[in-house]
């Protein structure tokens, strides 16, 4: 792993860090932690930089309030703050960084930003948000998914909209879980084919939504247009609009289905207001799941110190 060779770091850019194994028990420690949420004090005297270069809700809320939980301090810096903006290099960012704090996560465009810096620290580096990875929000759907169905291996769930990076995480730690990952998406929004993830579950992609959803226990979506789509708004939308979760679309589920969306939402577009609101989703426990999720990777990557 990058970065990680002299002295055991560990990394989380895209989430198939974790093995079967890890990700099982990521998963439980979780939900002990939604249970008692001061139950660990993993992170005392510990902080862990935050690097926003893109606009966050959930994911500052979540990680911030999570590391105080676990008795860590949090040092948020945004877009601009850091030399990095004038011409400082990543390496030279990531020596300085490694000398200061316990770990550093990074919101940011480019994954190819992301693994250079985790190839010049001694911390952990841990992704919050890249153009084609999402992973800390995957650990949510599936802690979420868990928390709902007990299980995760052979429940399928059925993504619709745009393959986003949200989707190929989904995609990844889905798949990685022993879940049943089925992706409909308009020729022109697809995942690349040739994404070929690791385990004991199964991903196939489609174009007609209710052929994804037929059987499918949980339906997921993402907003039509992302951050840097704005200039092609009317083109996503329209191509889209065959792939709104709503009311009929969840009755083409398997009985019981419920909505996930990652957020921030856009009712009447990707997802009807009836659907967002009412009873058949899980929503706000997935974004609230943010945060115990999140702390049991922290305490993951960063082990008790002697």
Not at 210 to 230: I, K, P
């Amino acid at each position: 792993m990058p970065g990680a060779a002299a002295t055991g770091t560990r990394h989380f850019l895209i989430g198939t860090e974790l093995s079967r194994e890890e990700l099982d028990a990521l998963l439980a420690r979780a939900l002990e932690l939604k249970a008692a949420p001061l139950c660990s004090d993993a992170l005392a005297g510990a902080s862990v930089a935050l690097i926003f270069e893109k606009p966050s809700t959930r994911t500052r809320l979540s990680f911030e309030a999570g590391i105080h939980e676990l008795g860590g301090h949090p040092i948020v810096l945004r877009a601009g703050e850091l030399q990095l903006a004038r011409g400082e290099s990543l390496r030279d960012t990531a020596l300085v960084l490694s000398r200061q704090v316990a770990a550093v996560g990074v919101r940011t465009g480019p994954d190819e930003m992301l693994a250079e810096l985790a190839a010049h620290s001694s911390i952990p580096v841990f992704n919050m948000l890249t153009a084609l990875h999402h992973p800390c929000q995957a650990l949510a759907d599936l802690l979420t998914v868990r928390e709902a169905l007990g299980r995760l291996d052979g429940v399928r769930l059925a993504y619709v909209g745009d393959g986003t990076n949200v989707a190929r995480s989904l995609a990844l730690l889905g798949v990685l879980a022993g879940m049943e990952i089925a992706i409909a998406s308009p020729p022109g929004y697809a995942l690349a084919e040739d994404l070929e993830p690791s385990g004991e579950g199964s991903l196939t992609l489609h174009t007609d939504p209710r052929e994804a959803v037929r059987g499918a226990d949980v339906l997921y979506t993402d907003v039509w247009v992302s951050m840097g789509d704005e200039h092609a708004a009317r083109e996503r939308r329209a191509a889209l609009a065959p792939y709104r979760i709503d009311e009929p679309l969840l009755d083409a589920a398997a009985p019981g289905a419920f909505a996930l969306h990652c957020l921030p939402a856009h009712p009447g577009e990707e997802i009807s207001e009836e659907v967002l609101y009412g009873a058949r989703q899980r929503i706000w426990d997935q974004a609230e799941n943010r945060r115990h999720a999140q702390k049991a990777l922290l305490e993951l990557l960063l082990p008790p110190r002697e």
